[in-house]
């Protein structure tokens, strides 16, 4: 009887043992949540400035490539003796203000690419919400600028409507109104601007056409969550452009969605 209790006992320590492993196998990410700022009718310049600054060195992203100097214009310092953005914006183009300028320049990237850089910006008005948008355009405004972003300049937010979906999708909490059509959320994630995805979007990063017969559904899974874990090769120069947010964008459901839609492409 104690030898077989013995086993009993070995093989539930083994069991535990096994599926320990495997969960310290799954990486953990944290991801910054783009939340709505609530900004009222009367907002001040200095509170836009503040909440603009937490989301260009947070849940943006933006650091990851300006601020450098190398992959995008520096959007922090002196940029090549032009100035600071907000001296600058305002001279960009001709007939636009400095805060129309920036706002085409997060809305619609490649419409004007600074010269010497690559177009390889992603829309970020499909990334985070307009209160957010709107803040960091005030917060670019005021590095060597003046601030005239208003709360006037920020959409009221439809009602039961996620930010960053458009009206007459499905209500919800999560991205793309909680759909989870895989092509939905590939234009509405941004990674449309990017990626590659048969005879649609970018190419900044790796082509996903056939994502499918290079990487497992666990390793794109991983790719998404935590982009800059596993670098394409080809692709060094630009780890760190891809947002780590998704993993708190996106439902449980959307993720397994995209991630076996991206498994499949083959």
Known sequence: MWATNLRIVALVLGTLGLYTLIANEIPQVQSEVPQTLALGADVTPEQLVAAGERVFTGAGGCTACHGLGTRAPNLLTDEKGTGLIGERCGKREPGKSCKQYLYESLDNPNASVVPGYEPIMPAVT?????????????????????????????P??????????????????????????????????????????????????????????????????????????????GFENFKGIMPKTFGDQLTAAQLEALVRFLAARR
């Open 126 to 154: 499909r990334q985070l919400p307009p209160a957010q948008v709107w803040a960091v355009i005030a917060f670019l405004e005021s590095q060597g600028g003046s601030v005239d972003v208003t709360a006037s300049d920020i």
């Open 156 to 233: 009221a937010q439809t009602p039961g409507l996620t930010p960053g979906a458009s009206p007459g999708s499905a209500g919800g909490g999560a991205l793309a109104g909680g759909s989870t059509d895989p092509m939905t959320l590939f234009r509405v994630g941004g990674c449309v601007g990017c990626h590659k995805l048969g005879a649609e979007g970018g190419a900044v990063g790796p082509d996903l056409s056939r994502i499918g017969a290079r990487q497992t559904a666990s390793q794109i899974r991983v790719s998404i969550l935590d982009p800059d874990a596993r670098i394409t090769p």
